[in-house]
């Protein structure tokens, strides 16, 4: 699973804020801005924010768990847990 908050026109990573409990994804380059829909609710544990996107760490080779990676909407700290 791919993040998706590249901007359309610019092709660079936006940003995240939450505006009326809304998140949206803002590009820091042009205008575009979007609601995004895509994140989970977990708790940061650098900033103890509730928001943040869940992305995967597939592991290919042996037999380790794919880590689930949970990376905070706000400060961008990345959590990691494995998955069974
Ligand atoms: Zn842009
Ligand atoms: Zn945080």
Redesign the pocket.
């Known amino acids: 699973m791919q993040i998706q908050n590249m901007c359309p026109k610019c092709g660079i990573a936006c940003n995240f804020r939450e505006e009326d409990g809304k998140v949206y994804m803002a590009c820091g380059h042009c205008d575009y801005k979007s609601e995004f829909k895509n994140y989970t609710v977990h708790e ?6 509730d928001k ?1 996107i869940i992305t995967f760490y597939g592991v290919i080779i042996g037999d380790e768990p794919p880590l689930q990676l949970y990376k ?6 990345v959590d990691r847990e494995g998955v069974s």
């Open positions: 940061c544990k650098e900033c103890g924010y943040a905070c909407l706000k400060c961008g700290f």
